[in-house]
């Protein structure tokens, strides 16, 4: 069973930084390209970021760039983002999904997500 | 960057209505598009993919049709449990976008 388990999560002052894991089991990891896509409480789904299956290609949405980095561990089975700078708009749920072999399509599995808070 | 707009942000529907929701890019997509419905406290789930492509184990009721750049969700009969908040996304190139959001809500 595909399963994709955040965490790392919290409460974090404007300004600081904090570091999100997605723990990957039930499949090859190192088989799949993955992303990042967050959800503002009450709002709409926002892509962050996606990394390949080997880390080699990476993507990130224009507000997040300089301040947030992906990076995946295959042998770990797991996916990271490392978020500086927080600002207040980046508080959301936080989850990670797979992208189906492949990459021609996208977003059969997700995590439950972990949420981010930033605030002072 | 490709924008999706999605059409409607909410609507009202009795049990058995038909639903049909719209998605427009803002250039072609090469029919990239998925569809995901998303309940309270819930991570996404996919309903359709590659446009028209219908997730393993979701009901037949659900479709999606389109290309180019206008894409459609149907529910051919609404049930109870997919009272809900659907999203398009479009995954051709990046940054990859999501639609707003449409809320279905009881009438």
């Known amino acids: 069973e595909v399963q994709l388990v955040e965490s790392g999560g919290g409460l974090v002052k404007p300004g600081g930084s904090l570091r999100l894991s997605c723990a990957a089991s039930?499949?090859?990891?190192?088989?799949?390209?993955m992303n990042w896509v967050r959800q503002v409480p009450g709002k709409g789904l926002e892509w962050v970021s996606a990394?390949?299956?080997?880390?080699?290609?990476?993507y990130y949405t224009e507000s997040v760039k300089g301040r947030f980095t992906i990076s995946r561990d295959n042998a770990e089975n797991s996916l990271y983002l490392q978020m500086n700078s927080l600002r207040a708009e980046d508080t959301a749920v936080y989850y990670c999904?797979?992208?189906?072999?492949?990459?021609?399509?996208?977003?059969?599995?997700w995590g439950q997500g972990t949420l981010v808070t930033v605030s002072s | 960057d490709i924008q999706m707009t999605q059409s409607p942000s909410s609507l009202s529907a009795s049990v058995g209505d038909r639903v049909t929701i719209t998605c427009r890019a803002s250039?072609?997509?090469?029919?990239?598009l998925g569809w995901f419905q998303q309940k309270p406290g819930k991570a996404p789930k996919r309903l359709i993919y590659?446009?028209?492509s219908l997730q393993s184990g979701v009901p037949s009721r659900f479709s999606g049709s389109g290309s180019g750049t206008e894409f459609t969700l149907t529910i051919s009969s609404l049930q109870p449990e997919d009272f809900a908040t659907y999203y398009c996304?479009?995954?051709?190139?990046?940054?990859?976008?999501f639609g707003q959001g449409t809320k279905v809500e009881i009438k």
């Open positions: 039930g499949f090859t990891f190192s088989a799949y390209a």
């Open positions: 990394i390949s299956s080997a880390g080699t290609y990476i």
């Open positions: 996304l479009q995954h051709n190139s990046y940054p990859w976008t």
């Open positions: 250039q072609g997509i090469r029919n990239v």
């Open positions: 590659a446009t028209s």
């Open positions: 999904a797979r992208d189906d072999y492949g990459g021609k399509t996208f977003g059969e599995y």
